[in-house]
């Protein structure tokens, strides 16, 4: 399942709402929020603007982990690898993360001494 799919379940969970109810609001079948579920398909930028507003959720955040993010030509030279959307990061995630960061920071800078 990708990151899209486990946010639309578990927001859809903790609203209390089935598929069946979200597919009726909707006005898709249940499969279909299945399929947006389990990664089988991604829904459209309206359908999407659609489910965030139906769920509660920044529509911005949906965008992203149907990767509707800005591609990598954006980013500033000397960055590698895929863009990371810190909101979609786990605090124990982000916390790794910005460990990681400052260990290489502090390794950088005692490399300049």
């Not at 982000?94 to 300049?112: I, M, S």
Request: charged share 30%.
């Amino acid at each position: 399942m990708g990151r899209f799919g486990e946010i639309l379940r578990n927001r859809r969970a903790e609203q209390g709402l089935e598929q069946r109810d979200v597919a009726r609001r909707l006005g898709v079948t249940q499969q279909t929020v299945s399929k947006w579920e389990t990664g089988v398909t991604i829904p459209r930028a309206p359908r999407i603007a659609a489910l965030a507003s139906l769920l509660n959720l920044d529509p911005g955040l949906l965008h992203r982990a149907a990767g509707s993010a800005p591609d990598s030509s954006a980013r500033p030279k000397g960055v590698q690898g895929p863009n990371v959307s810190l909101e979609l990061l786990s605090e124990r995630d982000l916390l790794r993360l910005l460990d990681a960061a400052w260990q290489e920071f502090r390794r950088r800078h005692q490399l300049d001494r």
